[in-house]
């Protein structure tokens, strides 16, 4: 007789609603979670109205990372200093790998409200430092799986048209009430969390809209039940192997990588502001 092995799903060994600051709920941050997660250092949900009085996030600078922005309700415009300009639409993700420093600015497009997630990713050392570049992706280019958008990486045979610098997924799952999905992460992902946007999920617990939940490391799969209609983000990834070395904007593996992103972010910012583009 052939024994059967039973896997237990992967358990959630934290939860956060994070801390909301006007239209921001900062879920995860580098000297929080970040270190948990790493690559995945950094994780906003942001919700927007055009009457609400705040238009744009203002033109701001990064290094050492790159910013990764999924639109799931309304549009944004977007510039920066790497020459990129044009609209994210709803469904859409930009990709900006900031490397050795970049400033970039997101503005209202749309009349109703707008709701999104902004995802920091570190770099390793042969990038943190590198030129900088952008990849925007409209929403008939993200690749679906399921019930799943494929916003970075590769599952089943889908793969993401972003090249990422180390092996990660990032995905965008809607469920319908009552929907039953499970997860299975390639191998070596063991790290893994997500971010509910909108319904109810239970993952092992219950997670709300507006939370993070954060589960143990391993390469077990995750399962899921939708409580209503439901929608949320999940990265999993190896983890990165790297020191975090904070600065204001930037995130690098030692002080010098940071020394020398920050200097270029402040060369920026100069020309910006010759040009009038700062305040």
Request: proline share 6%; charged share 15%; net charge negative.
């Amino acid at each position: 007789m052939t024994a059967t092995v039973v896997v237990r799903p992967r358990a959630i060994v934290h939860r956060t609603e994070g801390t909301t600051h006007g239209p921001i709920t900062r879920l995860m941050s580098p000297g929080d979670l970040g270190e948990l997660l790493k690559p995945f250092i950094f994780l906003d949900i942001f919700s927007l109205n055009a009457s609400g009085g705040k238009s744009s996030f203002g033109m701001h600078p990064h290094s050492g990372i790159a910013t990764v922005t999924f639109m799931t309700k309304g549009d944004v415009s977007y510039e920066d200093t790497t020459g990129a300009t044009g609209l994210l639409l709803a469904g859409g993700v930009e990709w900006m790998q900031a490397g050795n420093g970049v400033w970039h600015d997101a503005t209202l497009a749309s009349e109703s409200a707008i709701q999104g997630f902004q995802l920091w990713v570190a770099l390793p050392p042969p990038l943190e430092n590198a030129p900088p570049m952008s990849t925007y992706l409209d929403p008939s280019q993200v690749p679906q799986v399921g019930p799943a958008r494929l916003l970075l990486g590769r599952y089943g045979a889908a793969q993401s048209l972003i090249e990422v610098p180390s092996e990660m997924n990032y995905l965008a799952v809607s469920l319908k009430d009552g929907e039953h999905w499970h997860y299975t992460p390639p191998s070596g992902h063991n790290i893994a969390w997500l971010a509910v946007s909108s319904g109810s999920l239970d993952a092992g617990g219950l997670i709300n809209a507006g939370e993070l939940a954060v589960f143990e490391e391993s390469e077990h799969r995750i399962n899921f039940i939708a409580k209503g209609d439901c929608s949320f983000v999940m990265g999993s990834a190896v983890k990165h192997p790297y020191d975090l070395v904070t600065g204001n904007y930037s995130v690098h593996t030692s002080k010098a990588a940071l020394s020398q992103g920050e200097t270029e972010i402040q060369r920026i910012g100069t020309r910006l502001r010759q040009q009038g583009r700062l305040n």
